[in-house]
């Protein structure tokens, strides 16, 4: 079975650091681009940033340049996004989701999510 | 690209014929994705390529349109189809999302 399981979410104060992780399984992790969407409290979604499978493509979005770093590592697949200089405004919910080029790149596979709260 | 669906909400029986559009701010040819989430709980991708219904999905469910304008047609509204739908567009970076519409009973 295809899973993605999120974890490391948690409160951090602003201007904090914080690093989540998504362990796949089920797929052959190192074929896939992947990607990380967020949600804050009773809004929609907001795709955060992209990595493609063998590494060689990266995106972000603006909200989030410069402070988040997407990575992957295919011998343990998993992937990553590291979260610096933390504001209240990337309070949300935090999905991995797999892309399917089949599906003209879709996102057919997502993770439960995890929480991230930023807040003094 | 920004995405607007419309309407943000709507209520509507089990039975009903619901549309929901979506319009692009450019032209996206067919890269265009329908998501539903319900409360608590991930998207779930229903369409992908603005037609073409992922497996498992329920035929109830279509999608139409390319370039700027689409729609996501529900034929006979079910009491588990409450929830919230997104179209996303793919055709480029930054992967919009549309803001959302919550079908309500």
């Known amino acids: 079975e295809v899973q993605l399981l999120e974890s490391g979410g948690g409160l951090v104060q602003p201007g904090g650091s914080l690093t989540l992780s998504c362990a796949a399984s089920?797929?052959?992790?190192?074929?896939?681009?992947m990607a990380w969407v967020r949600q804050a409290p009773g809004k929609g979604l907001e795709w955060v940033s992209i990595?493609?499978?063998?590494?060689?493509?990266?995106k972000y979005a603006d909200s989030v340049k410069g402070r988040f770093t997407i990575s992957r590592d295919n011998s343990k697949n998993t992937l990553y996004l590291q979260m610096n200089s933390l504001r209240a405004e990337d309070t949300a919910i935090y999905y991995c989701?797999?892309?399917?080029?089949?599906?003209?790149?879709?996102?057919?596979?997502w993770g439960l999510g995890t929480m991230v709260t930023v807040s003094s | 690209i920004q995405l607007t669906q419309s309407p943000s909400s709507l209520s509507a029986s089990v039975g009903d014929r619901v549309t929901i559009t979506c319009r692009a701010s450019?032209?996206?040819?067919?890269?265009l994705a329908w998501y539903q989430q319900k409360p608590g709980r991930a998207p779930k991708l229903l369409i992908f390529a603005a037609s073409t219904l992922q497996s498992g999905v329920p035929s109830r469910f279509s999608g139409s349109g390319s370039g700027t304008e689409f729609t996501l047609t529900i034929r006979s509204l079910q009491p588990e189809d409450f929830a919230t739908y997104y179209c996303?567009?793919?055709?480029?970076?930054?992967?919009?999302f549309g803001g959302g519409t919550k079908v309500e009973i």
């Open positions: 990595k493609s499978g063998r590494d060689v493509t990266t």
């Open positions: 089920g797929f052959t992790f190192s074929n896939y681009a």
């Open positions: 450019q032209g996206i040819s067919s890269y």
């Open positions: 989701a797999k892309l399917e080029p089949q599906c003209l790149g879709a996102f057919d596979v």
């Open positions: 996303q567009q793919l055709k480029s970076y930054p992967l919009t």
